[in-house]
């Protein structure tokens, strides 16, 4: 739904679809509306944020092959009547993904990848930046065909299938972690006591004077940033996303995963 008003597009009726239609329950009135502005497909994806719906992914009619799954990803404007292409999912094309939004953000979880694997990784999909951020997985199987509903800043992923045939009956309750939050902690020593993250700008206390190199990678493992800190504090300037941190000192060592909003 966007506001007072629930759309139904794209699927499969015979040969994939693109048509999309807009059901106003006060009149009980179907409209059509703007066709998907990317290939007639099915087991798409979609939610609304701000006012705007988003849709995309699944099986498209430009694929050569049922392995070959889509990555890309559409905004429709209802006050324009229009779809605009956004930037395609980072991760890996899939088909019955379970989509959501909270805050700012779409996620998207899991879906059937390629040869009818199923998948187990969350997107965060900023839709102000058109950027993705791949967060960490569900510590589970994956699975696609799964639902999902939001209750305040929780997400509840129920069910599912697992592509051999059977079907999961789990529910699994997803709290995004919010900007500065760190996770993934492994060290040889404490070195990291305290972190803030506001603005762009990572703040991080140590425990001690220290001498000590500080790498940053993305999570697809490019190093973005390596220098060489002395003190007991320092600060970063960092882009909205996701990036592993890795700090060495002589007698101790500490990585930790970073979220910036």
């Known amino acids: 739904t966007i506001g007072n008003t629930a759309y139904v597009g794209t699927g499969y009726l015979g040969s994939m679809t693109k048509d999309f239609w807009a059901y106003d329950p006060v009149t009980n009135v179907w409209t059509q509306k703007a066709s998907y502005g990317g290939p007639s ?4 994806s979609g939610c609304e944020i701000n006012g705007k719906g988003y849709l995309g992914l699944g099986w498209d009619s430009t694929s050569t092959s049922f392995t070959v799954m889509s990555q890309d990803w559409w905004e429709y404007d209802p006050l324009l009547n229009n779809w605009t292409a956004k930037a395609s999912l980072s991760g890996p094309g899939r088909r019955e993904a379970v989509c959501f939004s909270m805050g700012n953000y779409v996620y998207v979880f899991g879906g059937g990848g390629g040869a009818n694997v ?8 900023d ?11 569900m510590p589970a199987s994956g699975r696609f065909g799964a639902s999902a509903f939001t209750i305040g800043n929780d997400a509840y992923i129920v069910g ?3 592509g051999v045939g059977s079907y999961i009956s789990e529910v ?3 709290t995004p972690a919010p900007a500065g939050i760190k996770e ?3 060290s040889k020593g404490n070195i990291i006591q305290y972190l803030k993250c506001n603005n762009g700008l990572a703040q991080l206390y140590f425990s001690k004077y220290i001498v000590a190199n500080l790498l ?3 999570t697809d493992g490019k190093q973005i940033l390596r220098e060489r800190i002395t003190g007991n504090h320092c600060q970063i300037l960092l882009q909205p996303g996701v990036y592993v941190l890795k700090l060495y000192a002589s007698d101790a060592d500490e990585t930790i995963k970073i979220f910036m909003d």
Do not use: E, F, H
């Open 41 to 44: 497909r099915y087991s798409a």
């Open 118 to 125: 199923p998948l187990n990784d969350i997107w965060r999909y």
């Open 127 to 137: 839709a102000i930046a058109d950027t993705w951020t791949m967060l960490d997985s």
């Open 160 to 162: 599912g299938g697992n």
């Open 172 to 174: 699994w309750k997803y």
């Open 184 to 186: 993934s902690k492994t």
């Open 216 to 218: 940053i990678y993305t």
